[in-house]
């Protein structure tokens, strides 16, 4: 997790790369494209729009090295949903650290969001808010833990419950990159969190093909809840075109596909295998 520092309004800010920038570009396009069938859930009478964030961070951020402060991911989509004319009918966030989530929680109200706020960890903040949200409200929830080991497969499947649903899911090219070994060691849980069952489903081989198998393997999984992957994700780059992490996609519904491969190709990017 960042680190946190005094903000340029009082409040907490996380200390982030420069790559979070184009980041949240990525996610605001696809707020703002999807505003159009957003729009026919606010209606009144109807169930609503919902945005979830269970790692919501302090909401605002400041740029490594400078003195640039931006808002963190869940505050930018609100935003965008609101300057769009459709404002998400409520928000739900959670962090595991009380500090961030008051911080988050403070700035999206005097934006005037509808927000809910949980502190704990992801898995069960999920869990309380699929408990929570209208079962035929549309939702769009957005995944963007810190690691795979936090990328829970068990937030996927709780979310899947929900009938109408779409997920913009970070996952770490990096930490795949860096720690393969380490993760695939016999003691090591962190895959058995993030692609249960992958002992038995991936065969040991070179680095780069148990990457692909691995990452190929996770978005079958995903399919298998009816929740469709985009095959085409955007990765997200840092100093020196050096791979960080995708951006990708997992939808119920074809059309919200569609709206994700306009907004992820703003340049064109190649397979994620």
Same mark, same amino acid.
């Given at each position: 997790?960042?680190?946190?520092?005094?903000?340029?309004?009082?409040?907490?800010?996380?200390?982030?790369?420069?790559?979070?920038?184009?980041?949240?570009?990525?996610?605001?396009?696809?707020?703002?494209?999807?505003?159009?069938?957003?729009?026919?859930?606010?209606?009144?009478?109807?169930?609503?729009?919902?945005?979830? @964030?269970?790692?919501?961070?302090?909401?605002?951020?400041?740029?490594?090295?400078?003195?640039?402060?931006?808002?963190?991911?869940?505050?930018?989509?609100?935003?965008?949903?609101?300057?769009?004319?459709?404002?998400?009918?409520?928000?739900?966030?959670?962090?595991?650290?009380?500090?961030?989530?008051?911080?988050?929680?403070?700035?999206?109200?005097?934006?005037?969001?509808?927000?809910?706020?949980?502190?704990?960890?992801?898995?069960?903040?999920?869990?309380?808010?699929?408990?929570?949200?209208?079962?035929?409200?549309?939702?769009?929830?957005?995944?963007?833990?810190?690691?795979?080991?936090?990328?829970?497969?068990?937030?996927?499947?709780?979310?899947?419950?929900?009938?109408?649903?779409?997920?913009?899911?970070?996952?770490?090219?990096?930490?795949?990159?860096?720690?393969? @070994?380490?993760?695939?060691?016999?003691?090591?849980?962190?895959?058995?969190?993030?692609?249960?069952?992958?002992?038995?489903?991936?065969?040991?081989?070179?680095?780069?093909?148990?990457?692909?198998?691995?990452?190929?393997?996770?978005?079958?999984?995903?399919?298998?809840?009816?929740?469709?992957?985009?095959?085409?994700?955007?990765?997200?780059?840092?100093?020196?075109?050096?791979?960080?992490?995708?951006?990708?996609?997992?939808?119920?519904?074809?059309?919200?596909?569609?709206?994700?491969?306009?907004?992820?190709?703003?340049?064109?990017?190649?397979?994620?295998?």
């Amino acid at each position: 997790m960042g680190q946190l520092i005094e903000g340029d309004d009082g409040s907490p800010v996380e200390v982030v790369g420069a790559w979070a920038k184009t980041k949240h570009e990525y996610l605001c396009r696809y707020v703002d494209i999807s505003r159009g069938v957003r729009s026919k859930w606010l209606d009144q009478g109807k169930a609503g729009a919902t945005l979830i @964030d269970p790692f919501c961070g302090p909401g605002r951020c400041r740029i490594r090295d400078t003195n640039e402060f931006i808002d963190g991911g869940v505050v930018a989509a609100w935003k965008k949903s609101a300057d769009s004319k459709t404002p998400f009918s409520a928000v739900y966030i959670g962090d595991i650290e009380a500090e961030r989530v008051e911080a988050c929680e403070k700035r999206l109200r005097a934006l005037n969001a509808p927000v809910v706020a949980i502190t704990g960890n992801a898995v069960a903040t999920i869990k309380e808010i699929v408990s929570l949200v209208n079962p035929h409200s549309l939702n769009f929830a957005y995944l963007d833990p810190y690691n795979l080991e936090t990328l829970n497969f068990e937030m996927i499947r709780t979310l899947s419950d929900l009938r109408y649903v779409d997920m913009l899911v970070h996952v770490s090219q990096m930490d795949l990159q860096r720690n393969l @070994d380490k993760y695939s060691s016999g003691d090591s849980a962190v895959f058995d969190a993030f692609i249960p069952g992958w002992r038995d489903a991936i065969k040991a081989g070179n680095v780069k093909a148990t990457r692909q198998a691995i990452l190929r393997y996770w978005s079958e999984l995903v399919g298998r809840l009816g929740v469709w992957p985009s095959p085409e994700p955007k990765l997200i780059t840092g100093p020196g075109n050096q791979p960080l992490y995708w951006l990708l996609l997992a939808a119920k519904h074809e059309l919200a596909l569609a709206f994700w491969k306009v907004a992820a190709n703003k340049q064109r990017q190649g397979n994620l295998f």
